[in-house]
């Protein structure tokens, strides 16, 4: 059954920490994997990965995709109060796009 | 106005009432997808349309009941609802079934 297996569920940190988050996927026929943030409205996308080990880089973001292990990171330097959020992984297959739960941010000032 | 819209943003109705959710993209984008997200759960896809045409059903109930006249148009008719169908529904859109997603801001619905 395809999958997409977030972690941590939740984290709270302080600003200026850096942050690493997971996700994990089986997916038929893989094509892509995505990252959005999700505040209080729509979730915004941030990065589609679809080649192993070419890291993508937006400001103080960056993500990698491992399609060996079937993994994605997601790596915030310097967190700030305005990353708090809930961070979506999704992976593509063919005509098929599943969800993680997501990671749940709080960054303290 | 740009991107991806959707009406209303909220939404109260009777387990017996009728009523349908609008969405509406402005990106020229050929695919539209309804999704459902409930507390603590990860997104769901409901259905994808593609060129207007639907390619996929994700096993979602009959009393909701989805419509594309073009490809930038997309509804979601909702008829006897039921309590546990309160959840936000996100509309998103993508340039081809394989392209970013890009959601609009979704309606909150409350069934009572």
């Known amino acids: 059954e395809d999958k997409v297996v977030q972690s941590p569920l939740s984290l709270v940190v302080h600003e200026g920490d850096t942050v690493t988050l997971n996700c994990s996927y089986e997916?038929?026929?893989?094509?892509?994997l995505l990252w959005y943030k999700q505040e209080k409205k729509a979730p915004t996308f941030l990065f589609m990965l679809?080649?192993?080990?070419i890291e993508k880089k937006s400001g103080r973001l960056s993500s990698i995709l491992d399609k060996k292990e079937l993994f994605s990171i997601l790596n915030i330097t310097a967190t700030q109060t305005g990353d708090s959020a809930v961070y979506l992984c999704?992976?593509?297959?063919?005509?098929?796009?599943?969800f993680g739960t997501g990671t749940r941010l709080k960054v303290l000032a | 106005e740009t991107g991806v819209t959707q009406t209303p943003r909220h939404l109260v109705m009777g387990m017996t009432n009728k009523k349908s959710l609008k969405c509406e993209q402005h990106?020229?984008?050929?695919?539209m997808y309804w999704y459902k997200q409930s507390a603590k759960k990860p997104l769901e896809l409901m259905f994808v349309?593609?060129?207007?045409?639907?390619?996929e059903n994700n096993s979602v109930p009959s009393r909701f009941s989805p419509e594309c006249p073009n490809s930038s148009h997309l509804f979601l008719h909702l008829h006897t609802l039921q309590p546990e169908d309160s959840a936000l529904y996100l509309c998103?859109?993508?340039?081809?079934?394989?392209?970013?997603?890009?959601f609009g801001p979704g309606t909150r619905l409350t069934v009572l």
């Open positions: 679809t080649s192993s080990g």
């Open positions: 998103a859109s993508s340039q081809d079934r394989r392209g970013e997603q890009f």
């Open positions: 999704a992976s593509s297959g063919t005509y098929k796009y599943i």
């Open positions: 990106l020229g984008h050929n695919a």
């Open positions: 997916v038929t026929n893989f094509r892509s």
């Open positions: 349309y593609n060129f207007k045409e639907q390619t």
